[in-house]
């Protein structure tokens, strides 16, 4: 069973816009919610976190939108670069449990 | 700041045979994690430890062993590689005690093809 869900598997976006990446998940249990950045031949590294207890967190151009209450959130890349190419994984632990999404390979196009 | 290294960067392996892979960590976590990613499927946990000698299995430990002799180190052993496999195995660590709110730190990865 996949836990935690991105709802598109690529995603491309041109220079610019905000480009909006979506997760679920279904383990009530999950408090807090990690959103990992990978380059090709890279492993992944931390982007941005929210806690089960917020709604929104912004660290500058990168935003999570947190719905507890429909098991979702989603990132949102404000003013896109090509730069920001990469895959995303977001991921939910709690209850000694760390689960990954599957990712979405982002493209961003000059 | 810190770093894990993973060794080989490449392996090629035959099939049924036994692979070994490696990694060291100086950030001085207590966690380490071995992962596999496949395409399309994301990070899928195969082993975790919490402590020197500790192993703990994660949903894909068949097929696979784990050593942790010292806190610095974690190897992952392929038991009888698969013919055609072709994944990326992913080392990562942890500050503290298990899988909780924490950072990982993902080392750049081991990629493996079986022939």
């Known amino acids: 069973q996949q836990q935690v869900r991105q709802s598109s598997q690529s995603l491309t976006v041109w220079e610019g816009e905000t480009a909006i990446l979506n997760c679920s998940y279904e383990n009530s249990a999950f408090d807090y919610f990690p959103w990992y950045q990978q380059f090709p031949g890279e492993g992944p590294a931390l982007l941005i976190a929210?806690?089960?207890?917020?709604d929104k967190k912004e660290d500058g151009r990168f935003t999570i939108f947190f719905n507890k209450r429909e098991k979702n959130l989603s990132l949102h890349i404000k003013d896109s670069q090509p730069g920001d190419s990469a895959t995303y994984f977001c991921?939910?632990?709690?209850?000694?449990?760390?689960?990954f999404g599957a990712g979405t390979r982002l493209k961003v196009i000059a | 700041g810190g770093i894990i290294t993973q060794t080989p960067k490449f392996l090629i392996g035959q099939e049924g045979q036994k692979l070994t892979l490696k990694c060291q960590q100086n950030?001085?976590?207590?966690?380490m994690y071995w992962y596999r990613q496949d395409s399309g499927k994301g990070l899928r946990l195969i082993y975790y430890s919490i402590t020197e000698n500790d192993l703990q299995k994660g949903d894909l430990s068949e097929g696979y062993d784990a050593s942790r002799e010292k806190k610095s180190s974690f190897s992952l052993t392929v038991t009888s590689a698969q013919k055609n496999e072709m994944a990326v195995f992913l080392c990562?660590?942890?500050?503290?005690?298990?899988?909780?709110?924490?950072?990982?730190?993902f080392g750049a990865g081991t990629r493996l093809s079986v022939l």
């Open positions: 950030f001085n976590h207590d966690t």
């Open positions: 991921a939910a632990t709690g209850n000694y449990k760390y689960v």
């Open positions: 990562a660590s942890s500050l503290d005690r298990g899988p909780s709110q924490n950072t990982l730190y």
């Open positions: 929210i806690r089960s207890v917020s």
